[in-house]
């Protein structure tokens, strides 16, 4: 607990509780040590330790809990999706098995051994600019959405926004505001199939609403992913906005050299 | 201006300041108006104003200057990566033109009409576990590590940290500190061939020395992608480490559904 080399006495503490934490002497969800026993541990002020545990609270290693107290971060159970297989996998296993699948992620989501649910709106909107550009839509073209929170074991995971050119699903299934179980995925199943994928993937912060709707702890950054598809002649079909909290995912592609 | 139903005032303030930031009334690198003005607008006290403020600073909208002035956050020109084609191009490139090729990236980075260039050292390491994990690595195998700050436009744009197990690479250029620019990148100089790769992204915020070697503002966070590289007979030869700022970076891939 010596004074660091150039570090001010507020990094010092910060420095010392980020090795307790990442050597596991300090676990997720366990309550930091009491400001009086740090003050006296260090023999600095009620300030100065405040101050290095905010460092900690920016870095997402420390939460502030109900009463104010300040607890080492829990992650929650983190779920992988493999972007690579988790549109084929299912119309795959169908393939083979010749089970009804459910939806591409449900499915996923259950083959791990946890519980899926997703609550479904649908609505014909104006698109956010970046999927008006996706979907190629001209400038007075409007989009089916269908918006799912995504729940695993009863906790928000996710929020996945697919967007669809109007005149290519008005009148189907896709526009009632429920889970579509279809082989080969929804699209399929009203004869249009995706050939290929564009995904890109952007970091930031959450706004606000992102942030109520997936009861993000503060200090916790999502990833943007839209993913768009397209058919064989390359016309976009979809494009699919999904939020992932990063205490929550991992995103996994697996790429061939060819 | 008018009050917002639910909202306390320091929401309320946050919420004009986000809308005139998200319409372009504010732009990107302009002053907040002063707490003075803001608080002749709002008829509300300093400690209001600056709460609202605050939640701006951690959603990552808002910047503090030096001086404490806050400012629109200005991201960075975004650089695109697609991570599925980024080690493949500059092979092709090759065998078409016969060109001798630089590091994929930095060829990738001048593509684009901009200016690369990485800071390397090489060290033997005892990687972290999650690199030792992707490399099959025993608990006392050794990896050579090279680690890369990389630039663009003389800015930090990313930290790129490959580590390749000890005994692949004793002895081979590959543990020269200095860009090595072999058509089909650094490992086939050597005679090792990467057939596939296995991509996990991780989204969460910097560590401290992350946030100093790539100059980041605050609430700035990252993604951090793992590429274990493997031969054609599932054999890893390599572990990319690269660590993403949000504000100057977006991740690509395609896929095609085979």
């Not at 420095?15 to 040590?33: M, N």
């Not at 014909?124 to 190629?136: A, G, K, S, T, Y």
Request: aromatic share 6%.
């Amino acid at each position: 607990m010596s004074m660091r080399r150039g570090m001010t006495k507020s990094q010092e503490i910060a420095y010392d509780l980020r090795e307790r934490i990442s050597s596991g002497d300090l676990k997720g969800g366990e309550a930091l040590p009491s400001e009086s026993k740090m003050m006296t541990e260090y023999g600095y002020s009620r300030e100065t330790i405040r101050a290095g545990v905010r460092l900690l609270i920016e870095e997402g290693l420390v939460v502030t809990g109900q009463g104010q107290g300040k607890y080492v971060r829990e992650d929650y159970p983190p779920v992988v999706w493999n972007w690579t297989t988790l549109e084929s996998r299912s119309r795959h296993a169908n393939a083979v098995e010749g089970q009804t699948a459910g939806d591409q992620w449900a499915s996923a989501v259950a083959e791990g051994g946890k519980a899926p649910r997703q609550d479904i709106t649908v609505s014909i909107v104006e698109p956010p600019l970046h999927v008006r550009e996706c979907l190629n839509l001209p400038e007075d073209g409007l989009a089916v959405a269908r918006k799912r929170i995504r729940y695993v074991d009863s906790r928000p995971y996710a929020l996945a926004d697919s967007y669809f050119p109007q005149e290519l699903v008005a009148g189907t299934p896709l526009m009632e505001p429920r889970d579509v179980s279809a082989p080969g995925g929804i699209l399929a199943s009203i004869g249009l199939v995706q050939a290929k994928y564009t995904d890109e993937i952007a970091v930031r912060m959450p706004t606000r609403q992102e942030a109520e709707l997936l009861a993000l702890p503060a200090a916790t950054p999502v990833a943007e992913h839209t993913r768009t598809g397209y058919d064989a002649d390359g016309r976009p079909l979809r494009c699919m906005v999904t939020i992932l909290p990063g205490d929550r995912h991992k995103i996994l592609y697996e790429v061939s050299t060819d």
